[in-house]
C-alpha cells in the first residue's frame, strides 16, 4: 500500500470508532454542565444500540437506504426516555449521581439482552442488519487534491455529522441564552435561582440532552460497527466517551478532539496490520491499546482538569 | 403619614421552622429614600425575614405591602419584577463567568436565543458610570477584588431596575477602605431614589450610614428607632436584651520567655503555588499576638503549618523549643498545643458525634478516658459533664450531637476541651466567626485569661475591632508574608487597613495623617 491509501485507511477508521464517542461525549458535557454527573452513558448507549438494531431490523425493507439515519433518531429516543431515569433520581429523589448511574449501566444491558431474547426466539443477540452506515463519499470535498482522497473518500459519515453537531454544541453552550443558564446552573445553581431561573429544569435539560446524545451514539456504534446488536456491542464505549469529555474540559470541540483521538486508539487493533511501524504488535496489546490510553490519560489530565463546580452535588431549594 | 408613603410594608410576618419560629410577627416600614437597617444578633431572624422579602422562603402568615399594595413574592423572580433586589453575604457570583455574563444571567439581551454581549456591556456601562460602580464587565470574577464582587452584586440588581436594595451584612468581607467606599455607595443610591435596607450588627455602620433601624431580638421585632437620635450603647443594649459592654477588660501584659518561633517557613496551598512565603515570628508566654490580614493571605495555611495539617516545606517551627514542623497533629498537641480551628464545623468538632465524644476526642487515648486501648464511657461522661459546667456551654445534655448546639456553644465547647488541656500556645483562628455580641465577650474573656496565665496565644481574625481589642502585639499578613507588626495601642483601623492592603508602614502612616480632618475620599 502507498502512503496515501495507508492514511486513507488510518484517518477513515479513526472516524468510524471515533463517531460514537463523539456524540456521547458531547451528551456527557451537556449533563455535566448543568452538574449532573453521567457515569450512565454506557447504560443509555446500550439502550441506544438495542433499539436502533431492533428498528434497522424491522423497517429496512420500507426505509431502505435511510434505515441507520432514521435508526439513530430511534436511539436517541429512546436514550432520552431512558435518562429520563437518573434526571429523576437525582434531580428530585436527591440519589447519589453515581449510584443513580450505575443503577442504569446495570439495568440497561441486562434490559436489552432481555428484551433481544423474548423479540428473536430466546437467541442472546439479534441478526446481522443489512442496511448500515458504511463507508461514504463526502460530496464536493473529495474532490480536494490529496487531501480529498485521504479525508473525505472511503470514509464515516456519522463521524461528519459530529463534527458538525460538535461545533453546533459549541455554540450552543458558550454563545446562546440557554447555554449561558445551564453552565451557570453547573457552577452555582443558588445564584442562578436567585436570579430567576429554573434550576431543576436546566438540569433536566441537561440530562435528556444527554440522553438524547448518547443514545445517538450507541445507535451509531451498533449500525456502524458492531452490525448487530449483543451484551459486547456496547464494551466500554460510554465510559470512554466520559473520558474524552473529562479529557477535552468539558468543552464540546475539546471533547470531539479527545473522542476522535480515542477513536483512533479503538481503530489500531483492526489497521494495526497495516500500519509499518506497529504491524509487529502482538494484536492482543492493540486490542487493550485504547483502554489502557484512557487510564493513562486520565490519569495524568483528571487532576488538572477543573469540571463545574458544583458537578455532582445535589441542589435543595429551600421552602 | 399615610400608608403609601412607605414603598416596604412588612405586616405581622411569621415563619415556622418545625416547631421553631424564626420569626415572630414582625413589622417592618421602609420609607423611600431612606436607607433602614435591620439590626439583630446572629439567629435573631433577620436572614429569614430577608429571604422571605426576597422570595426565597414563603411566610407561615403575615402581610407584605409594595407602594401600599399587597402582594404575594413566591420565588425571587417575583422579587425582581417587583423591584427588590438582594446583594447577598456570600457573593452569588459565578466564579469563571465575567463580569458581564454574572450581571445579566437570567435577563440576557439575546436575539433569537444568541446572547447579544455588546448591548450588555453598554447597559452595564451605562449603570455603573451613573452609580460610580467602578468595574471591568470583560474580566471573570475569579481574577477581581471582594469589593469589586460586591459591586457586581449590586450592579445586578440594578440591571433588573430593582429599587429597593437590601444588603446582607455586606461588611463582612471588606478592608475598612472597602467599607468606607460602599458606605458612599448606598448613599448615592439613596439620592438617586433607591431605598435600602442594611442588614448587620455592627454598631458604627448603623451610626453612619442608616436614617432607622428596626431591631430584632429572637424572631421578634423589639422597636424601630430614629439613629441620630440613639446611642450605640441603647442599640446594643436591645439587640441583646441586656446591658453589654463592648471595650474588652483587660490588663497590661507581661511576656516572658519564647514558646513558639517560626522561622523562614514556606507552606504552599493547594494548587502548588506558595501561599506562606518564608515567615518569621515569635509568640512568648503571657502575650496575645494577633494576626490581621485579608482572607486569603496565607493565615490559613500558616496556622496549618503550625498544627501540622499541612506540610511546611521548608523553615523551621519551634514549640517550646523542641522542632515541630512536619510532626503528626497528635505529636505537637502533646507538645503543649491548643487548636481553635477556622473552620469549627470542619476541622472543630464532628458534627454528627456527641457532644461528649467532641470533648473527649482530643484525650480519648490516655488513662483515665481509656483504659489498654478500650473507651471508659463512664470517665468520658463525668469528664465531660465537669466541663460542660466549667465553661457554661449551654445544651440539654451531654449526649446530644454536636450538631445541635447553638455555634457559640460549640465554640465553647471546643475551647473548653483545648483550655482543658493546660497548652502553653493556644491557637485562635477566627474564634468569634459568626458569632453574636455575648459569646464573643465570652470568648475574649477565656483568651485574655490564658495570656493572664502566663500562656502564649495565637490570634488569627479577620475582624480588625478584635485584633485591636484582644491582641498586645499585631502581625499583618499580606501575600504570604508579615509586612508589619504593630502595637495596638500606636495604630488605627485606617492603617491596618491599608497595611493588610499591601501598602508599607511608612506610606500607611503617612496617608493617615494625610487623611487627618478630610473627608475620607473615594479611593479606587
Same mark, same amino acid.
Not at chain 2, 427588590?84 to 454574572?102: A, C, D, P, R
Not at chain 2, 437620635?229 to 441586656?242: C, P
Given at each position: 500500500?502507498?502512503?496515501?491509501?495507508?492514511?486513507?485507511?488510518?484517518?477513515?477508521?479513526?472516524?468510524?470508532?471515533?463517531?460514537?464517542?463523539?456524540?456521547?461525549?458531547?451528551?456527557?458535557?451537556?449533563?455535566?454542565?448543568?452538574? #449532573?454527573?453521567?457515569?450512565?452513558?454506557?447504560?443509555?448507549?446500550?439502550?441506544? +444500540?438495542?433499539?436502533?438494531?431492533?428498528?434497522?431490523? %424491522?423497517?429496512?425493507?420500507?426505509?431502505?437506504?435511510?434505515?441507520?439515519?432514521?435508526?439513530?433518531?430511534? =436511539?436517541?429516543?429512546?436514550?432520552?426516555?431512558?435518562?429520563?431515569?437518573?434526571?429523576? +433520581?437525582?434531580?428530585?429523589?436527591r440519589?447519589d449521581?453515581?449510584?443513580?448511574?450505575?443503577?442504569?449501566?446495570?439495568?440497561?444491558?441486562?434490559?436489552?439482552?432481555?428484551?433481544?431474547? $423474548?423479540?428473536?426466539?430466546?437467541?442472546?443477540?439479534?441478526?446481522?442488519?443489512?442496511?448500515?452506515?458504511?463507508?461514504?463519499?463526502?460530496?464536493?470535498?473529495?474532490?480536494?487534491?490529496?487531501?480529498?482522497?485521504?479525508?473525505?473518500?472511503? %470514509?464515516?459519515?456519522?463521524?461528519?455529522?459530529?463534527?458538525?453537531?460538535?461545533?453546533?454544541?459549541?455554540?450552543?453552550?458558550?454563545?446562546?441564552?440557554?447555554?449561558?443558564?445551564?453552565?451557570?446552573?453547573?457552577?452555582?445553581?443558588?445564584?442562578?435561582?436567585?436570579?430567576?431561573?429554573?434550576?431543576?429544569?436546566?438540569?433536566?435539560?441537561?440530562?435528556?440532552?444527554?440522553?438524547?446524545?448518547?443514545?445517538?451514539?450507541?445507535?451509531?456504534?451498533?449500525?456502524?460497527?458492531?452490525?448487530?446488536?449483543?451484551?459486547?456491542?456496547?464494551?466500554?464505549?460510554?465510559?470512554?466517551?466520559?473520558?474524552?469529555? #473529562?479529557?477535552?474540559?468539558?468543552?464540546?470541540?475539546?471533547?470531539?478532539?479527545? &473522542?476522535?483521538?480515542?477513536?483512533? &486508539?479503538?481503530?489500531?487493533?483492526?489497521?494495526?496490520?497495516?500500519?509499518?511501524?506497529?504491524?509487529?504488535?502482538?494484536?492482543?496489546?492493540?486490542?487493550?491499546?485504547?483502554?489502557?490510553?484512557?487510564?493513562?490519560?486520565?490519569?495524568?489530565?483528571?487532576?488538572?482538569?477543573?469540571?463545574?463546580?458544583?458537578?455532582?452535588k445535589t441542589?435543595i431549594?429551600s421552602? | 403619614?399615610?400608608?403609601?408613603?412607605?414603598?416596604?410594608?412588612?405586616?405581622?410576618?411569621?415563619?415556622?421552622f418545625g416547631?421553631f419560629?424564626?420569626?415572630?410577627?414582625?413589622?417592618?416600614?421602609?420609607?423611600?429614600?431612606?436607607?433602614?437597617?435591620?439590626?439583630?444578633?446572629n439567629g435573631?431572624?433577620?436572614?429569614?425575614?430577608?429571604?422571605?422579602?426576597?422570595?426565597?422562603?414563603?411566610?407561615?402568615?403575615?402581610?407584605?405591602?409594595?407602594?401600599?399594595?399587597?402582594?404575594?413574592?413566591?420565588?425571587?423572580?417575583?422579587?425582581?419584577?417587583? =423591584?427588590?433586589?438582594?446583594?447577598?453575604?456570600h457573593?452569588?457570583?459565578?466564579?469563571?463567568? %465575567?463580569?458581564?455574563?454574572?450581571?445579566?444571567?437570567?435577563?440576557?439581551? *439575546?436575539?433569537?436565543?444568541?446572547?447579544?454581549?455588546?448591548?450588555?456591556?453598554?447597559?452595564?456601562?451605562?449603570?455603573?458610570?451613573?452609580?460610580?460602580?467602578?468595574?471591568?464587565?470583560?474580566?471573570?470574577?475569579?481574577?477581581?477584588?471582594?469589593?469589586?464582587?460586591?459591586? $457586581?452584586?449590586?450592579?445586578?440588581?440594578?440591571?433588573?431596575?430593582?429599587?429597593?436594595?437590601?444588603?446582607?451584612?455586606?461588611? &463582612?468581607?471588606?478592608?475598612?477602605?472597602?467599607?468606607?467606599?460602599?458606605?458612599?455607595?448606598?448613599?448615592?443610591?439613596?439620592?438617586?431614589?433607591?431605598?435600602?435596607?442594611?442588614?448587620?450588627?455592627?454598631?458604627?455602620?448603623?451610626?453612619?450610614?442608616?436614617?432607622?433601624?428596626?431591631?430584632?431580638?429572637?424572631?421578634?421585632?423589639?422597636?424601630?428607632? *430614629?439613629?441620630?437620635?440613639?446611642?450605640?450603647?441603647?442599640?446594643?443594649?436591645?439587640?441583646?436584651?441586656?446591658?453589654?459592654?463592648?471595650?474588652?477588660?483587660?490588663?497590661?501584659?507581661?511576656?516572658?520567655?519564647?514558646?513558639?518561633?517560626?522561622?523562614?517557613?514556606?507552606?504552599?496551598?493547594?494548587?502548588?503555588?506558595?501561599?506562606?512565603?518564608?515567615?518569621?515570628?515569635?509568640?512568648?508566654?503571657?502575650?496575645?499576638?494577633?494576626?490581621?490580614?485579608?482572607?486569603?493571605?496565607?493565615?490559613?495555611?500558616?496556622?496549618?503549618?503550625?498544627t501540622?495539617l499541612?506540610?511546611?516545606?521548608?523553615?523551621?517551627?519551634?514549640?517550646? /523549643?523542641?522542632?515541630?514542623?512536619?510532626?503528626?497533629p497528635?505529636?505537637? %498537641?502533646?507538645? /503543649?498545643?491548643?487548636h481553635i480551628p477556622e473552620d469549627r464545623h470542619k476541622y472543630g468538632l464532628i458534627l454528627p458525634m456527641s457532644l461528649e465524644e467532641n470533648i473527649a476526642i482530643q484525650t480519648y487515648?490516655?488513662?483515665?478516658?481509656?483504659?489498654?486501648?478500650?473507651l471508659?464511657?463512664?470517665?468520658i461522661k463525668?469528664?465531660a459533664?465537669?466541663l460542660i459546667?466549667?465553661f457554661?456551654v449551654r445544651t440539654q445534655s451531654e449526649t446530644v450531637p454536636a450538631s445541635a448546639l447553638s455555634g457559640g456553644n460549640q465554640q465553647k465547647a471546643i475551647i473548653a476541651r483545648e483550655?482543658?488541656?493546660?497548652?502553653?500556645?493556644?491557637?485562635?483562628a477566627q474564634p468569634t466567626r459568626g458569632l453574636?455580641?455575648?459569646a464573643?465577650?465570652?470568648i475574649?474573656?477565656?483568651?485574655?485569661?490564658?495570656?493572664?496565665?502566663?500562656?502564649?496565644?495565637?490570634?488569627?481574625?479577620?475582624?480588625?475591632?478584635?485584633?485591636? *481589642?484582644?491582641?498586645?502585639?499585631?502581625?499583618?499578613?499580606?501575600?504570604?508574608?508579615?509586612? &508589619?507588626?504593630?502595637?495596638?495601642?500606636?495604630?488605627?483601623?485606617?492603617?491596618?487597613?491599608?497595611?493588610?492592603?499591601?501598602?508599607?508602614?511608612?506610606? +500607611?502612616? +503617612?496617608?493617615?495623617?494625610?487623611?487627618?480632618?478630610?473627608?475620607?475620599?473615594?479611593?479606587?
Amino acid at each position: 500500500m502507498d502512503i496515501i491509501n495507508v492514511l486513507q485507511l488510518v484517518f477513515s477508521s479513526a472516524l468510524v470508532y471515533s463517531a460514537p464517542l463523539i456524540l456521547t461525549a458531547l451528551g456527557g458535557t451537556f449533563s455535566e454542565r448543568s452538574g #449532573i454527573v453521567n457515569v450512565g452513558l454506557e447504560g443509555i448507549m446500550v439502550m441506544g +444500540a438495542f433499539s436502533s438494531v431492533v428498528f434497522n431490523l %424491522t423497517f429496512a425493507s420500507q426505509l431502505g437506504n435511510w434505515t441507520p439515519w432514521v435508526g439513530v433518531v430511534v =436511539g436517541g429516543l429512546i436514550g432520552i426516555l431512558f435518562s429520563l431515569i437518573h434526571a429523576v +433520581a437525582t434531580i428530585n429523589l436527591r440519589a447519589d449521581h453515581i449510584i443513580s448511574g450505575t443503577v442504569i449501566n446495570l439495568m440497561a444491558p441486562a434490559l436489552a439482552v432481555f428484551l433481544t431474547r $423474548v423479540l428473536y426466539d430466546g437467541r442472546g443477540q439479534t441478526d446481522i442488519i443489512s442496511e448500515n452506515f458504511g463507508k461514504a463519499n463526502i460530496p464536493l470535498l473529495e474532490k480536494i487534491p490529496v487531501l480529498g482522497p485521504i479525508f473525505f473518500r472511503g %470514509t464515516s459519515a456519522p463521524a461528519f455529522v459530529g463534527i458538525a453537531i460538535a461545533v453546533l454544541c459549541w455554540f450552543v453552550l458558550f454563545k446562546t441564552r440557554f447555554g449561558l443558564r445551564l453552565r451557570a446552573v453547573g457552577e452555582h445553581p443558588q445564584a442562578a435561582d436567585t436570579l430567576g431561573i429554573n434550576v431543576y429544569m436546566t438540569k433536566y435539560a441537561g440530562v435528556l440532552l444527554s440522553g438524547l446524545l448518547g443514545g445517538m451514539g450507541g445507535a451509531i456504534q451498533a449500525q456502524a460497527i458492531s452490525l448487530n446488536f449483543s451484551a459486547s456491542t456496547i464494551a466500554g464505549q460510554g465510559f470512554i466517551a466520559m473520558a474524552a469529555m #473529562i479529557f477535552g474540559k468539558w468543552n464540546p470541540l475539546g471533547a470531539m478532539g479527545a &473522542a476522535i483521538f480515542f477513536g483512533f &486508539a479503538q481503530s489500531l487493533s483492526v489497521i494495526g496490520n497495516y500500519i509499518p511501524i506497529i504491524q509487529d504488535v502482538p494484536s492482543v496489546w492493540l486490542q487493550v491499546a485504547p483502554y489502557l490510553i484512557t487510564i493513562i490519560v486520565l490519569v495524568g489530565v483528571i487532576g488538572k482538569s477543573e469540571g463545574p463546580a458544583a458537578n455532582g452535588k445535589t441542589y435543595i431549594k429551600s421552602k | 403619614m399615610s400608608e403609601t408613603n412607605f414603598v416596604i410594608e412588612m405586616k405581622g410576618i411569621t415563619k415556622e421552622f418545625g416547631t421553631f419560629k424564626a420569626n415572630d410577627n414582625i413589622n417592618l416600614q421602609l420609607k423611600k429614600g431612606e436607607i433602614h437597617a435591620l439590626l439583630g444578633e446572629n439567629g435573631a431572624g433577620k436572614s429569614t425575614l430577608m429571604n422571605i422579602l426576597s422570595g426565597l422562603l414563603e411566610p407561615t402568615s403575615g402581610k407584605i405591602l409594595i407602594d401600599g399594595k399587597e402582594v404575594t413574592i413566591n420565588s425571587p423572580g417575583m422579587a425582581n419584577k417587583l =423591584g427588590i433586589g438582594m446583594v447577598h453575604q456570600h457573593f452569588m457570583l459565578v466564579k469563571k463567568f %465575567t463580569v458581564t455574563e454574572n450581571i445579566i444571567l437570567g435577563s440576557e439581551p *439575546n436575539k433569537a436565543g444568541v446572547l447579544d454581549q455588546k448591548t450588555a456591556q453598554q447597559s452595564i456601562k451605562e449603570l455603573s458610570e451613573k452609580y460610580g460602580l467602578l468595574v471591568n464587565p470583560a474580566s471573570k470574577i475569579e481574577s477581581i477584588s471582594v469589593g469589586m464582587e460586591q459591586r $457586581v452584586e449590586i450592579l445586578k440588581t440594578l440591571y433588573r431596575g430593582a429599587e429597593i436594595l437590601i444588603f446582607d451584612e455586606p461588611t &463582612a468581607v471588606l478592608t475598612p477602605q472597602e467599607i468606607n467606599e460602599l458606605m458612599q455607595i448606598m448613599k448615592a443610591l439613596t439620592n438617586e431614589g433607591k431605598s435600602i435596607i442594611l442588614i448587620t450588627h455592627k454598631l458604627d455602620e448603623i451610626k453612619e450610614v442608616a436614617d432607622r433601624c428596626t431591631v430584632i431580638r429572637r424572631g421578634k421585632s423589639i422597636d424601630t428607632v *430614629n439613629v441620630s437620635t440613639t446611642s450605640q450603647q441603647e442599640l446594643a443594649d436591645m439587640m441583646v436584651g441586656r446591658s453589654v459592654s463592648f471595650k474588652t477588660e483587660k490588663k497590661e501584659a507581661y511576656p516572658k520567655e519564647v514558646v513558639l518561633s517560626v522561622e523562614n517557613i514556606v507552606v504552599k496551598e493547594g494548587r502548588g503555588l506558595e501561599a506562606v512565603k518564608s515567615l518569621s515570628l515569635e509568640v512568648r508566654a503571657g502575650e496575645i499576638l494577633g494576626i490581621a490580614g485579608i482572607d486569603g493571605n496565607g493565615q490559613s495555611e500558616l496556622i496549618q503549618a503550625i498544627t501540622g495539617l499541612t506540610k511546611t516545606e521548608s523553615g523551621k517551627i519551634k514549640l517550646n /523549643g523542641k522542632e515541630i514542623q512536619n510532626n503528626t497533629p497528635r505529636n505537637i %498537641t502533646e507538645n /503543649g498545643l491548643g487548636h481553635i480551628p477556622e473552620d469549627r464545623h470542619k476541622y472543630g468538632l464532628i458534627l454528627p458525634m456527641s457532644l461528649e465524644e467532641n470533648i473527649a476526642i482530643q484525650t480519648y487515648y490516655k488513662k483515665p478516658l481509656s483504659n489498654k486501648g478500650f473507651l471508659n464511657p463512664k470517665e468520658i461522661k463525668e469528664y465531660a459533664k465537669k466541663l460542660i459546667e466549667e465553661f457554661d456551654v449551654r445544651t440539654q445534655s451531654e449526649t446530644v450531637p454536636a450538631s445541635a448546639l447553638s455555634g457559640g456553644n460549640q465554640q465553647k465547647a471546643i475551647i473548653a476541651r483545648e483550655i482543658d488541656r493546660n497548652p502553653s500556645l493556644l491557637i485562635a483562628a477566627q474564634p468569634t466567626r459568626g458569632l453574636d455580641v455575648g459569646a464573643i465577650e465570652y470568648i475574649h474573656k477565656r483568651l485574655i485569661e490564658q495570656r493572664d496565665n502566663g500562656k502564649a496565644v495565637l490570634l488569627m481574625s479577620f475582624e480588625l475591632d478584635e485584633i485591636l *481589642n484582644v491582641s498586645d502585639r499585631i502581625a499583618v499578613m499580606y501575600e504570604g508574608n508579615i509586612v &508589619a507588626i504593630v502595637e495596638p495601642k500606636e495604630t488605627t483601623q485606617q492603617e491596618l487597613g491599608l497595611l493588610m492592603a499591601g501598602s508599607s508602614l511608612e506610606k +500607611a502612616r +503617612a496617608a493617615v495623617e494625610k487623611e487627618l480632618g478630610k473627608e475620607p475620599t473615594h479611593v479606587e
